[in-house]
């Protein structure tokens, strides 16, 4: 038994829907004309609207993403050049907690004052004490320096006795080698070594290393200017 198509009669509207269905792929005008075609630029251009608002938020996450990377690897070289200068900076209390100078001398003496200040430029933290001239005669002699081993001023440093102008850097090698010694002595007060003037108008004098059995053993030399 074949059903009948359906006698029902097709309202406007049902009219309108078909054709719409039927006529509107042959006729552009259909959507480009009239209150209907306005409505649908409309929704194309709301389209077009919207996927540039979607292209541009796109672009723009890619590009925060790009920054944050690109400041993501800065973090890590600053990290790492941080990491890599820490055992530089740790290693910089060492100097400063090296041994200081303590230095007897008489209170009138100008260039023991002079060759205080250049230990002090050299990094060696100093204490002084003035003493009269008696005092500091018997100290010496009580430390095994002879009378023609002395100077005006002495110093002691880490258990070793620095008598006179010994520039700082033979004390700091007599630090790192420690010999078995009385200490270093310049005899005398020479011209242009630690204190006694300019350098330029330095006189050849020698660096005594002083050993605990009397002997005597030049430990370095300086030569005229």
Request: glycine content about 8%; proline content about 6%.
């Amino acid at each position: 038994m074949k059903l009948k198509p359906s006698k029902w009669p097709q309202t406007k509207s049902h009219k309108t829907i078909s054709n719409m269905k039927r006529g509107s792929h042959r006729n552009p005008a259909f959507f480009l004309g009239g209150a209907d075609g306005a409505e649908h630029k409309q929704v194309k251009l709301t389209k077009i609207n919207t996927n540039q608002r979607r292209f541009v938020l796109i672009t723009c996450i890619k590009r925060a993403k790009r920054t944050l990377m690109s400041n993501l690897t800065l973090s890590r070289r600053r990290f790492l050049i941080s990491a890599l200068a820490t055992p530089v900076l740790s290693a910089a209390p060492a100097i400063a907690s090296s041994p200081a100078l303590h230095v007897r001398k008489d209170p009138s003496c100008g260039c023991c004052g002079a060759w205080i200040k250049i230990m002090q430029a050299n990094g060696f933290s100093t204490t002084v004490e003035n003493v009269d001239y008696d005092a500091l005669y018997l100290f010496k002699q009580q430390g095994g320096i002879s009378d023609d081993l002395m100077s005006c001023h002495t110093a002691e440093i880490d258990g070793y006795l620095i008598e006179g102008h010994v520039p700082a850097a033979d004390i700091s090698r007599l630090l790192a080698q420690r010999p078995e010694a009385i200490g270093l002595t310049v005899p005398g007060m020479p011209s242009g070594s630690p204190g006694m003037g300019p350098e330029n108008q330095r006189e050849a004098y020698e660096v005594l290393l002083m050993r605990k059995d009397g002997r005597v053993e030049v430990f370095s030399s300086y030569a005229a200017a």
